[in-house]
């Protein structure tokens, strides 16, 4: 991908932008995700082109996804750390150039001029000019040193969750984990009724969950059947812990921390009376927008669970916490290098809190299925664990694997769902979510 801008300044307002979103990700500790939907809003104003953003984005991605290979890289050949402290801005100008230049593959000329254009318009930067053109000269010539070759799975994964994934699944999985975690993952699309025909229509691959994949980028509304409502994003993974209801077809769920509302889709889709609970407006509100385009009717409510109460219990009940989101690292490379154990611990404090608030709004015989989309046993198996251990009203109910596609690969010996990234390596992998069906006995 190259940027569309011709002329003497060509791609430096997109390298501007990625510089922009990736001081907002490493410096100011901004969310990968907040950091483009800000720079969206912001560089419309400069008129920049859907390609331009699309390869200020390319780059950003990159060098998070690289960034232990990156940094080795730099180290390699300057003083990295002391730069950080003269000029954090020449610094990231050195990591989006070395994410151009040693995976991007882009020409050597146009990463070194841009990068000493911008350099000359920031007061702090202008004077490592000569340092920036080295650096980048010199990667350009020599490539990726041979450590930041091999292992490349184990040197962009942060060290805090390699160390947690290699307890909790072992190395040889922890490296797989890892390697997954280098491809940019496809586009996942839950048909709104299954409907046989429409992953070929629409140039995507059915998958045997029933989730529809996309390979080649595409913008999202204007891949066919957004206008009509016949699809919604949402990762394979994702879609599967609404399935574990079975039939609900007339049945209530209560859909707690339901915004944006992948999950309250699945289920009114299926016919069920969904009451979507969410303390955050805005976010509700876009669950709102999505559920008119998909013509679907939900009641939406906003409230803190831990406060709200539904009028009578539900027999059926959906609690989606929220979580470190380490599941999601194909997504948001930002995660590793922006939480850490200190976030996972409170995570599971309220993670706690919110089952024990979801309890009692299950009906006798109804169902409680917790999930998040975290890799870390504190926020999925352990949380379970300890759940059951204060509510002797509760029994989980292992999933089986008819129940999803014969998919066995993702139940964990408990019984509960537990998918990987490295999952389905030959159909391009899937987030890493947890969850466990609870029947109130
Ligand atoms: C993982 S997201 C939910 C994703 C959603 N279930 C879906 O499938 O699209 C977690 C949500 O929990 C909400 N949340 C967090 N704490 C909450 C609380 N105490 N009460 C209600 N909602 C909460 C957040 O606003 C956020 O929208």
Redesign the pocket.
């Known amino acids: 991908m190259t940027p569309s801008q011709s002329g003497p300044d060509q791609g430096v307002d997109s390298r501007a932008l990625a510089a922009k979103i990736l001081a907002a990700v490493l410096d100011d500790g901004q969310p990968l995700a907040e950091a483009l939907a800000t720079s969206a809003t912001q560089t419309a104003a400069q008129k920049l082109t859907d390609r331009d953003r699309a390869f200020a984005r390319a780059i950003v991605m990159t060098a998070l996804r690289r960034y232990g290979q990156i940094e080795t890289a730099l180290a390699a050949v300057a003083d990295i750390k002391r730069l950080r402290r003269k000029s954090a801005y020449a610094r990231l100008l050195l990591i989006n150039g070395a994410a151009e230049l040693l995976f991007l593959k882009v020409s050597a000329h146009a990463v070194v001029d841009c990068a000493n254009r911008l350099a000359r318009k920031n007061r702090h930067a202008q004077h490592f000019r000569p340092l920036i053109n080295a650096v980048l000269r010199r990667l350009a010539h020599d490539g990726l040193p041979e450590e930041a070759k091999n292992e490349e799975a184990r040197l962009n994964a942060p060290d805090w969750l390699w160390k947690r994934w290699r307890n909790e699944f072992g190395d040889a999985v922890a490296n797989e984990i890892a390697v997954a975690h280098l491809l940019e993952p496809p586009l996942d699309l839950t048909p709104k009724s299954p409907s046989p025909g429409l992953a070929e229509e629409i140039g995507g691959e059915q998958l045997p969950t029933g989730s529809i994949r996309l390979t080649a980028s595409k913008q999202i509304e204007k891949i066919q059947g957004y206008d009509e409502g016949l699809w919604w994003v949402q990762d394979a993974a ?1 879609a599967l812990p609404a399935q574990l209801f079975g039939n609900v077809r007339d049945k209530t769920v209560i ?9 309250t889709a699945q289920l009114a889709a299926l016919g069920a009376n969904v009451m979507s ?4 407006s805005t ?1 509700l509100a876009r669950l709102e927008s999505n559920m008119r385009r998909l013509d679907l009717r939900v009641a939406a409510v906003v ?4 406060e709200w109460r539904p009028e009578q219990p539900a027999p059926c009940v959906l609690l ?1 916490a ?2 470190a989101a380490t599941g999601t690292l194909r997504r948001h490379p930002d995660i590793g290098l922006l939480k850490g154990p200190k976030d996972i611990q409170s995570l599971a404090e309220v993670q706690a809190r ?1 089952l024990d608030a979801a309890a009692p709004m299950v009906a006798q015989a109804g169902v409680l299925i917790y999930c998040t ?1 975290s890799l870390e046993p504190e926020e999925g198996r352990e949380q379970i664990e300890s759940f059951l251990a204060r509510n002797a009203a509760f029994a989980r109910q292992p999933i089986q694997s008819t129940e999803i596609a014969d998919q066995v690969e993702f139940i964990s010996p408990g019984g509960d769902l537990r998918t990987l990234p490295s999952h389905w390596r030959d159909l391009g992998g899937l987030d890493g979510f947890y969850a466990a069906r609870l029947v109130h006995r």
């Open positions: 994702a859909d707690l921390c339901a915004a944006p509302g992948g999950k609970v969410d303390q955050s976010r409230a803190n669970i831990e989606d929220p979580c919110l989309c």
